[in-house]
């Protein structure tokens, strides 16, 4: 049974500081790796993708991938109040077919 | 352009109804989803199309019976109605289905049994 774990926050950050988002899994076969935002009462939409060891940007969004641990991250810098929501951690087997979600990580950015 | 659509987006029943929710992209993938989120917030995938043809099958009661007519359409119909069934359920597309694809959400549709 593949597993994606998160912690459920409330994760509360000051308005520009860095937030810093953990997701560990437990299937090694794991290849792709997938950081989406969800709004309360939205659905989720895609922040990230990574697929390689090491480090991927793109604006403010940082994702982190060791696969000999088993962990991703995402860090966001200079984090805005708009940037409050869910973050899901979502991994895709060899296969292709099936996406397991993390339970999400509420994130909370104070003004 | 709405690119992953379903209705209704508000359903209320009794229990041991039955009920369909309708999905339809306009993205040309090939690949559409149903999600089920619960009040935990907790994602879970439930059904998984490959151009009309059932790709996964996660541990989902018989209840609960996809449809699609063809490749821009995945309808979730849904027996027997219960309690346990109160949840977001999100259609989602992606182009191929291969593990690097990106899906796309629809905007859910919230279903709550009485």
């Known amino acids: 049974q593949k597993e994606v774990e998160q912690n459920s926050g409330p994760l509360s950050v000051p308005e520009g500081a860095i937030a810093s988002l953990n997701c560990t899994y437990s299937?090694?076969?794991?290849?792709?790796f997938f950081w989406y935002r969800q709004y309360s009462g939205k659905s989720p939409e895609l922040i990230m993708s990574?697929?390689?060891?090491g480090d991927k940007e793109d604006g403010r969004f940082t994702a982190q991938l060791n696969k000999a641990s088993q962990y991703v991250s995402l860090l966001i810098r200079d984090s805005q109040p708009s940037d409050s929501a869910t973050y899901l951690c979502a991994v895709n087997d060899n296969y292709g077919q099936n996406f397991v979600f993390g339970p999400g990580t509420r994130l909370s950015v104070l003004p | 352009d709405t690119a992953v659509s379903q209705t209704p987006k508000y359903l209320v029943t009794q229990m041991g109804n039955d009920k369909s929710i309708k999905c339809e992209q306009n993205l040309g993938h090939d690949t559409m989803y149903w999600y089920k989120q619960d009040s935990k917030k907790f994602l879970k995938i439930m059904f998984s199309?490959?151009?009309?043809?059932?790709?996964i099958n996660e541990t989902v009661p018989n209840r609960f019976s996809p449809k699609s007519p063809d490749k821009a359409h995945l309808n979730l119909h849904i027996n027997s109605l219960e309690l346990g069934d109160s949840a977001v359920y999100f259609c989602?597309?992606?182009?191929?289905?291969?593990?690097?694809?990106?899906?796309?959400f629809g905007p859910g549709t919230r279903l709550l049994v009485l």
């Open positions: 989602a597309s992606s182009r191929y289905g291969g593990e690097s694809e990106t899906q796309y």
């Open positions: 990574i697929y390689s060891n």
């Open positions: 199309y490959n151009n009309k043809e059932l790709i």
């Open positions: 299937d090694r076969v794991s290849q792709s």
